[in-house]
Structure formats: structure tokens, C-alpha cells
């Protein structure tokens, strides 16, 4: 796996196993690791070229991220972001249809009636810290551009919509396109992870700057290559079309 890649799940593993007693700290640790589980399935999938898997997991990796900046910034939020998993919780047991399984529930579901609806009342449908897309990536300190240039076409692809196949008013399978989105979801979930740890030691005092700061400039330096390569794909198909 690329080593960029593999020096930032190694310490983000580290900042999620630091121990502590706190249990705002805690929790944020927990989406860490949940971040670092699907950074690493981005960085497995691209690996092999699969860029339309790389990208459906980047829609999830931005909300794990964005999710977990918006934790880590606001302590006074962490009842919400309980009792949001616990509303959730709830309401999958309340879609089991297995009759055995029911049947072993019907106490518990009983018991929790009046907390399942409370809890819905509150939250609905909405996200645990009760902000959209859009401001959610504010508050996180995503660049402004990141919602239109990146989250748009990964959310595209992982709603399986038209986007994936139709080009020109023409539908088709694309399999060099879609190998080639490999590059920017990886370099993509790159970035927001550096982010997320950037972040993270900012609020924690984790002392990692050093580390960080590493990570930052070769993070930066892939980037512009990326950019680079590019252009000059661009150019060729330019000057060939000329």
C-alpha cells in the first residue's frame, strides 16, 4: 500500500489508542478509528484501480471526518451524538422481522417505546449535530470548494446515478475513467485525514506536530504532482485534437 497511506493509518491507530479518562476524548477516538477503517478500504480499493469503489467510499469518509471535527470541536455536543446512535439503535430493532428474534425482543421493545419516540421526535431524520452538508463541512474547516469539486461527484457515484455511465448524451461503461478516479479519491482521503489528525492535536494537545507536519508536505507535494499529470494529460489531448 502507498506509504503516505500507511504512515497515516499508523498514526491515527496511535491517536485512537492513546488512553484516557475523558469521555468526550473517548468518543472522538472511537470515529477516529472508524475514519481509519474506511481511509484504509479507500487506500485497498485504489490500490487495485477500483476508483468507482474508492469513491463511494469517500462519500462515507467525508461524513466520518466532517462528523468527527464537528465532535471534537464541540464537547457540548457529545448527548446528541449519543442519543442519535441510540435512536438508531432502537429503530433497527423495531424492523426485525425474523418471528424468533421478535419474539425475544417484544420485552425490550416494550421497555424502550417511550425513549425510541422521544428520541425521534428530537432527531427525525436529521444528523446528530443537526446541521447540513454544507455547514458540516464549514464547521469542519473543509476548503469552501471541497462540497462542489469532490463531495458532489462522490455522492453521485455512490447513489449509482446516471453521472457513472452518461457522457455527451451518451451511455456507456467508462472503465478507464472510472480507473483513473482511483488517484483523486485516494489523494482526497488523504488530505481530509491529515485534516482530521490536524484537527484532533489541535484540540486534544497530542503533541504529534512534528508528525503532522511530515504527513502535511508529502500529502501536498503528491497533490501537485497529481495536478501535474493532469495538465499534461489535458495538454496532450489538446495538442491532438488540434
Not at 97 to 125: D, G, I, M
Not at 192 to 210: P, S
Amino acid at each position: 500500500m502507498d506509504d503516505i497511506i500507511v504512515r497515516i493509518l499508523a498514526l491515527s491507530k496511535r491517536l485512537a489508542e492513546v488512553p484516557t479518562d475523558d469521555a468526550h476524548h473517548g468518543a472522538v477516538q472511537a470515529q477516529l478509528a472508524f475514519a481509519n477503517q474506511i481511509f484504509e478500504g479507500i487506500g485497498s480499493v485504489c490500490e487495485k484501480g477500483n476508483g468507482l469503489s474508492g469513491e463511494t467510499l469517500l462519500r462515507t469518509l467525508f461524513e466520518a471526518v466532517s462528523g468527527a471535527i464537528i465532535l471534537a470541536k464541540h464537547p457540548e455536543k457529545l448527548g446528541d451524538f449519543i442519543e442519535h446512535g441510540r435512536m438508531t439503535e432502537l429503530r433497527m430493532m423495531r424492523v426485525i422481522e425474523s418471528p424468533p428474534l421478535k419474539e425475544r425482543l417484544e420485552a425490550t421493545l416494550k421497555a424502550t417505546e417511550a425513549e425510541f419516540q422521544r428520541l425521534w421526535a428530537k432527531f427525525n431524520e436529521n444528523r446528530w449535530h443537526g446541521l447540513g452538508t454544507k455547514a458540516s463541512f464549514a464547521d469542519a474547516e473543509f476548503e469552501p470548494s471541497v462540497y462542489d469539486r469532490y463531495y458532489r461527484r462522490a455522492s453521485a457515484i455512490a447513489h449509482g446515478q446516471p453521472y457513472v455511465t452518461v457522457r455527451h448524451g451518451q451511455v456507456r461503461a467508462r472503465p478507464t475513467a472510472w480507473k483513473n478516479l482511483s488517484f483523486g479519491a485516494r489523494n482526497m482521503a488523504m488530505l481530509m485525514m491529515v485534516t482530521l489528525l490536524v484537527i484532533l492535536n489541535r484540540e486534544f494537545k497530542l503533541g504529534v506536530d512534528d508528525d503532522l507536519a511530515h504527513l502535511r508536505r508529502d500529502v501536498d507535494a503528491r497533490l501537485q504532482q497529481h495536478m501535474g499529470e493532469i495538465l499534461n494529460v489535458a495538454d496532450a489531448n489538446k495538442n491532438a485534437t488540434a
